[in-house]
């Protein structure tokens, strides 16, 4: 009987956090102003961005945080994709931590891939349909 792979399934859940965060990136650089500027917060972004410069950093830097972001989206789902055949353990409670643990970390990616998407749109597309 195969031993279930408790550190690929580890892997895997720390692959899902990690796109989150920085598929998070991209929502921080581009989506995140335009919603402020849309709701007329303009002096909220303003404030946000005295508070913490690094945000600017983020916008001046995009191409490399949105290809960063995607590696570790590809990377992740890649894991996601290997990791759903894993065998989990034959105790009853185990196995539904485990089944419990996919479902969380496809769930995480998941959102991780609908901030990308968002982030891409303010970033890239959003100017093109303003010009």
Request: charged share 10%; glycine share 4%.
């Given at each position: 009987m195969p031993t279930?792979?408790?550190?690929?399934?580890?892997r895997t859940r720390m692959a899902s956090v990690l796109s989150l965060f920085t598929s998070t990136s991209t929502l921080i650089c581009c989506a995140l102003p335009?919603?402020?500027?849309?709701?007329?917060?303009?002096?909220v972004l303003s404030s946000l961005v005295s508070v913490v410069p690094q945000l600017v950093w983020f916008s001046e830097h995009k191409e490399p945080v949105f290809a960063f972001a995607t590696v570790m989206l590809a990377v992740s789902g890649i894991m996601q994709w290997r990791a759903r055949q894993?065998?989990?353990?034959?105790?009853p409670e185990l196995a539904r931590i485990c089944?419990?643990?996919?479902?969380?970390?496809?769930?995480?990616?998941?959102?991780?891939?609908?901030?990308f998407l968002i982030g891409g749109?303010?970033?890239f597309v959003a100017p093109l349909l303003n010009s």
């Amino acid at each position: 009987m195969p031993t279930p792979d408790f550190e690929g399934i580890h892997r895997t859940r720390m692959a899902s956090v990690l796109s989150l965060f920085t598929s998070t990136s991209t929502l921080i650089c581009c989506a995140l102003p335009a919603l402020l500027v849309a709701l007329g917060a303009g002096a909220v972004l303003s404030s946000l961005v005295s508070v913490v410069p690094q945000l600017v950093w983020f916008s001046e830097h995009k191409e490399p945080v949105f290809a960063f972001a995607t590696v570790m989206l590809a990377v992740s789902g890649i894991m996601q994709w290997r990791a759903r055949q894993l065998p989990c353990p034959i105790d009853p409670e185990l196995a539904r931590i485990c089944t419990s643990t996919r479902r969380t970390s496809f769930r995480v990616y998941v959102f991780s891939v609908v901030l990308f998407l968002i982030g891409g749109f303010f970033a890239f597309v959003a100017p093109l349909l303003n010009s």
